[in-house]
């Protein structure tokens, strides 16, 4: 079937040391989405690609990164882990088109900093 | 700016028990309104698109409905496999994101 997939499920990252999380999608969906969702809230938007070309939502903090490498394969970069960047981190991809019949996700990567 | 308001933030339902959930924007220019279902420690599931207002749309027990200022939720009869969080989210004309609220969660018990 064809879906998003996150890996891993769960990591464990120690305060202030580089985590990547991966995200890879067989949709062949040009918009590849990363959200950070904490407990008890709405999912927030980090940041999207489309194709190739890099959106930033203006409050995302430096700290966060991504790269998407080919259509198929998108990476969430955290570069210097703080506490407050515990949460879950979903992706998802979509058509993009002006008519988009929602999103797929992924099943998340939950981020513990210790 | 573009905000989604979703009520109650908890309910809970005797099963066989019907009721409403309530998603309420203020977007500039609707593209599109989506209803998610997410389980504990997982992503979110797909259930419907609405695009425009008298829109309704349905699948088993759930019907979504659509107005200008406002999407419900309807839950027929649940069952216990039906409690969950319910996410709604706007996407606008200027955006290719989506804007989502913090959600219902639903607790149905037998």
Request: aromatic fraction near 12%; glycine fraction near 8%; charge should be neutral.
């Amino acid at each position: 079937d064809a879906m998003v997939i996150q890996n891993p499920r769960y990591q464990v990252t120690q305060f202030g040391k580089p985590v990547t999380l991966s995200c890879s999608q067989t949709l062949n969906h040009n918009v590849m989405y990363w959200y950070q969702q904490k407990s008890s809230q709405a999912p927030k938007l980090l940041f999207h690609y489309y194709d190739k070309d890099f959106n930033n939502e203006a409050d995302t903090p430096d700290n966060f990164q991504s790269r998407r490498p080919n259509t198929s394969f998108c990476f969430l970069d955290i570069r210097s882990p703080g506490l407050g960047d515990a949460a879950m981190y979903l992706c998802a991809s979509g058509t993009g088109g002006f008519k988009d019949y929602g999103y797929t996700f992924g099943s998340g990567t939950r981020l513990t900093v210790v | 700016e573009d905000q989604v308001t979703q009520s109650p933030e908890a309910l809970r339902l005797q099963e066989g028990e019907s009721s409403s959930l309530n998603c309420s924007y203020t977007v500039s220019g609707l593209r599109g309104l989506f209803w998610y279902r997410q389980d504990p420690g997982k992503g979110p599931e797909f259930l419907f698109t609405l695009y425009s207002a008298g829109e309704e749309k349905e699948k088993e027990r759930l019907k979504a409905t659509l107005t200008k200022k406002e999407s419900f939720l309807h839950i027929t009869a649940p069952k216990p496999e039906d409690s969950a969080t319910y996410l709604c989210a706007v996407k606008n004309q200027a955006g290719t994101a989506l804007i989502f609220g913090k959600g219902t969660t639903l607790s149905v018990s037998s």
